[in-house]
């Protein structure tokens, strides 16, 4: 573990699930600290205000008792390059990873400023079961400038599409449903015994 490499996590938290908490406690054996904030992705729609998506990762991160994993809600924004500016102004003098899923790397060629963006930083692609990494799509990212690294972790096969479309609350962590059935979030009413 490199000191000085600090990995940056944004996701749209929506709701946090098991496979989030892998991420992150994956993250943070391999890199010296990890940033996480919930992001507003453009190209998703989101079921709970960007706000209490915020409350639900820190309530997470908190849970975790890891003091290199922080909350680093200022650096939310829906342009990447934004974000890794405002990293760079915050830790100077740290090597920036940008951390993605798998599902999304796809998607950055798309993203405004996309080659700044990968010039600027290290890539780390984290696969996600049952989520296929698109064919070509770290060929093409490669060609953009990018610095990729394909990162193995054990996050399990979770979605939080799943958990908002009523499918599935297995994945919710423990320490979130209070939360969730306070705001009455996802259609949650009563926490169902797993």
Known sequence: MNSREL??????????????RALLLGLAQRYGQVAAWASDNPFK???????????????????????QIKL???????????????????????????????????????WFQA????QRCRLTV???QGHPIANG?????????AEVELLELPVPATASSAIRGGQESRSIPEVLWPE???HNL??????IAP
């Open 115 to 118: 080659q700044a963006l990968l």
């Open 7 to 20: 990995a940056l996590f944004g996701t749209s938290a929506d709701p946090p699930t098991e496979g989030h």
């Open 186 to 191: 996802y259609g949650l009413t009563t926490k």
């Open 45 to 67: 729609q989101h079921g709970a205000p960007l706000e209490l998506r915020a409350q639900l990762l820190g309530t997470l991160i908190d849970s975790l008792g890891i003091p």
């Open 180 to 182: 969730l059935l306070k």
């Open 126 to 128: 984290v696969p996600r």
């Open 72 to 110: 680093a809600q200022d650096l939310s924004s829906p342009k990447a390059i934004e974000t890794l500016d405002r990293a760079a102004k915050r830790w100077p003098d740290m090597e920036l990873v940008f951390v993605v899923g798998g599902d999304l790397a796809g998607q950055i060629p798309s």
């Open 137 to 145: 799509a770290l060929d093409q990212l490669q060609e953009l400038g």
